[in-house]
């Protein structure tokens, strides 16, 4: 049977007629695009990860610039954790006419970290190995919340492996690739707004992808990374279970995004570090959502657009064994006010972060940051038929702890 695709007005009736089929690609897309934390509990954590194409100087180099493992002598692994506090609470306007509460705290705690193995396999070659979790959020409204019709809980996990390749070129220059492999699953549940029934969504999905990087090391005390990270299309296949479940599927993309560092030491115990970022979020300006019995199609406008990302960051060392680090940063909005819905409540970002990293002995490093991050006002304006209009803006924050260690050998 061939496909039906239904836009705009219609197609929003007929995604609220279906019990809300909107959530299903919004799931990953919308959490991502919020919540798409760069953080990994990492050393680049304490300065809210300005300069993370150009320090080079451990092992997390084998995922922030691969070009950069060439600067190490030996080799190093590093494990980190990230346990996060995610704060999401919704305060409803007076022009909100949709039933119901606010929902009470959303968020909750999140497991984080990533394992980090880099190092030299001849003078000019080194290899390197990275399993991150780029994306990830639970999300666990009140059920009876003015957005139920949305989302009343919302799972998200992305998992991404990457071996990794450094090439020296000459005593300035060199370049690095990575192939991705990585894994998305998610799982949303929300109320029907046709009949009130509860809604349960699900799937999951492996795909490639890949990354390049370059460092330029202008002197000693002075380099500068470049890394590009292509955008990798997941096909979400899962369950739409109301009566009974019926297969259905979705595209997600993560996008493809651009960083430039750099980085210079301004004398021997301090260095200054920056990064001015670019992430293709306008992709994202639409979901399919196909009912693979039938054939039927659900195309929505969601009208993202694209990131930038700046930061400043320091690193200040007290001592041969002791480093502070501190660092800000600042990322634009992915979706404009009048676009923005309650199951994708994304709006800018801004990083304040410290840190401090102590060298146990010759072989052992350990370290530990903190992040405070706020994710902006996410005000929400949107209605659907028969039910009313959802009005008001979130407060929404998180603070973020880092630890790790780092063996060399």
Not at 63 to 71: I, K, P
Not at 204 to 220: A, H
Not at 229 to 256: C, K, W
Not at 319 to 325: P, R, T, Y
């Amino acid at each position: 049977m061939q496909t039906r695709t239904h836009t705009t007005t219609f197609a929003r009736l007929l995604g609220t007629a279906l019990g809300g089929p909107i959530a299903i690609a919004g799931l990953a897309h919308g959490q991502a695009g919020g919540v798409f934390l760069p953080d990994d509990g990492g050393p680049m954590n304490g300065t809210a990860q300005a300069g993370s194409a150009a320090v080079a100087r451990d092992a997390q180099t084998a995922w922030l610039n691969h070009a950069g493992m060439t600067r190490l002598d030996g080799w190093e692994v590093m494990l980190t954790a990230m346990p996060f506090n995610l704060g999401f609470e919704f305060n409803p306007s007076s022009d909100s006419t949709t039933t119901g509460n606010n929902g009470g705290e959303q968020g909750s705690w999140f497991p984080g970290g990533a394992i980090f193995v880099a190092g030299p396999v001849s003078e000019s070659v080194s290899l390197g190995f990275s399993l991150t979790s780029p994306g990830g959020l639970l999300l666990d409204p009140d059920d009876a919340w003015q957005g139920r019709n949305w989302v009343t809980e919302t799972a998200l996990l992305n998992l991404t492996f990457e071996p990794s390749v450094g090439v020296r070129l000459n005593d300035e220059w060199s370049v690095g690739a990575g192939i991705d492999l990585q894994y998305v699953k998610f799982k949303q549940d929300l109320v029907g707004p046709a009949a009130g029934l509860p809604i349960s969504l699900d799937g999951d999905d492996w795909n490639v992808g890949f990354s390049l990087s370059t460092l330029w090391e202008q002197s000693e005390t002075t380099r500068y990374g470049l890394r590009y990270r292509s955008q990798i299309s997941h096909d979400l296949g899962g369950d739409f279970s109301l009566v009974g479940s019926q297969p259905v599927s979705t595209s997600f993309t993560m996008p493809a995004s651009l960083t430039f560092s750099p980085y210079h030491e301004i004398s021997e115990t301090v260095a200054l570090m920056a990064d001015l970022g670019w992430t293709d979020w306008s992709a994202f300006d639409r979901n399919v959502i196909t009912f693979d019995a039938g054939g039927a199609a659900v195309e929505l406008p969601r009208n993202f657009k694209d990131t930038w990302t700046f930061g400043l960051g320091t690193h200040i060392k007290t001592s041969e064994k002791w480093l502070l680090m501190f660092g800000g940063s600042y990322v634009t909005s992915a979706v404009d006010d009048a676009d923005r819905t309650p199951d994708l409540p994304v709006d800018e970002q801004v990083r304040l972060a410290t840190g401090f990293e102590y060298a146990a002995s010759e072989r052992w490093t350990l370290g530990a940051n903190y992040t405070y991050l706020w994710l902006g006002n996410n005000d929400i304006n949107q209605s659907i038929p028969t039910v009313g209009t959802i009005d008001g803006d979130y407060d929404t924050s998180a603070h973020i702890f880092g630890l790790y260690a780092s063996m060399s050998f």
